[in-house]
């Protein structure tokens, strides 16, 4: 998947392991759309990811051992 369009918005479709703890003191949105929105609005680059724990969305600043998308050959 191709990460979206802008230099403050990351998403990639990979796992993220939440502790329950930290899901919930994070914010949770009911759509990829939201999550979206708050990203671009934050600023800083954020990725959105789905939690497997509260099954809605979430942000994140973490990138280690995320390895981007190959590129598409046309």
């Known amino acids: 998947?191709?990460?979206?369009?802008?230099?403050?918005?990351l998403?990639?479709?990979?796992?993220?392991?939440?502790?329950?703890?930290?899901?919930?003191?994070?914010?949770?949105f009911a759509s990829r759309e939201a999550a979206d929105a708050a990203a671009l609005a934050a600023g800083v680059?954020?990725?959105?990811?789905?939690?497997g724990l509260c099954h809605q969305?979430?942000?994140?600043?973490?990138?280690k051992s995320l390895r981007p998308p190959r590129p598409q050959l046309s």
């Open 1 to 9: 998947m191709q990460p979206l369009a802008s230099p403050f918005l």
């Open 11 to 28: 998403f990639y479709d990979a796992a993220i392991k939440t502790r329950p703890g930290i899901c919930h003191k994070k914010r949770r």
């Open 45 to 51: 680059p954020l990725r959105t990811y789905k939690c």
């Open 57 to 63: 969305f979430h942000l994140t600043s973490r990138t």
